[in-house]
């Protein structure tokens, strides 16, 4: 017999298709409509640091990416409840770590943890950050639509040196759901006058049917192939 379904699940499912139903009817664009509905969502991230795919992605981000890059700091653009950042600042003490997000109830949790990370409410739709050795994301950019998901890749090309993207793709860009775009980071990112240094199916897969997830690694143009 199958499992009865979990209330707590349903429970969740329908605050969020009621989040989602509210937020069509405000004004704005699609980009931001996208982020009203991250920013209201209550609960996502109190499940997200226990994820093992998850923190399997992490780990790999932690110990096998950053090794092979020169970065001394790093800003993750979505950051959500931190999970990335705790693990990269376990692996790279002296690394400066800075995670914003549109959610202010995940980023009042991820300060909780009181990591020697810096947490901050923002947009990056309407981008405000400094310079960066490497800007990562993991599941971001495939919610934000494509206008502002090319005009979010230049700002992040123009303050990086280099940029993680772990991503939805699943083998053409297109519309897979609400809020939800499968997308060549690879092409994206030499748009903004990136070279390619990875380009391959992300290690810590959660729904290989439905959210085929890809890991990009590219560097900017005049930074040295094989920094270390
Ligand atoms: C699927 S979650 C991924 C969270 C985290 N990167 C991880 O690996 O667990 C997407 C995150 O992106 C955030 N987000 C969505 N649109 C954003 C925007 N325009 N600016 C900043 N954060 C955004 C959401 O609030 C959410 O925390």
């Known amino acids: ?45 109190l499940s997200n640091d226990q994820d093992p795919q998850a923190i399997e992605r992490s780990e790999w981000v932690a110990k096998e990416v950053l090794p092979t890059l020169d970065v001394s700091s790093l800003l993750e653009v979505g950051t959500n409840s931190g999970r990335n950042l705790g693990i990269i600042k376990a692996a790279h003490p002296r690394m400066r770590l800075r995670g914003i997000d549109v959610n202010p109830r995940a980023i009042e949790f991820a300060r909780s943890k009181g990591l020697d990370v810096e947490f901050e409410m923002a947009d990056a739709n309407r981008w405000e950050e400094g310079s960066w050795d490497c800007v990562l994301t993991m599941s971001v950019l495939d919610h934000i639509p494509n206008d502002a998901a090319e005009q979010l890749a230049g700002n992040i090309a123009r303050s990086a040196k280099y940029v993680i993207a772990v991503e939805l793709w699943d083998g053409a860009d297109r519309t897979t759901g609400a809020y939800k775009y499968s997308r060549d980071t690879s092409a994206l990112f030499s748009r903004h006058g990136f070279r390619t240094v990875r380009w391959a199916q992300a290690p810590g897969q959660y729904d290989t049917d439905r959210s085929l997830l890809w890991a990009y690694v590219g560097a900017r143009g005049d930074v040295p192939s094989a920094s270390r």
């Open 1 to 45: 017999m199958p499992d009865a379904p979990n209330p707590h699940a349903l429970r969740a499912r329908a605050r969020r298709a009621l989040i989602f139903a509210t937020g069509r009817l405000r004004r704005g664009t699609e980009a931001d409509k996208a982020t009203d509905y991250w920013s209201r969502l209550p609960d996502y991230h």
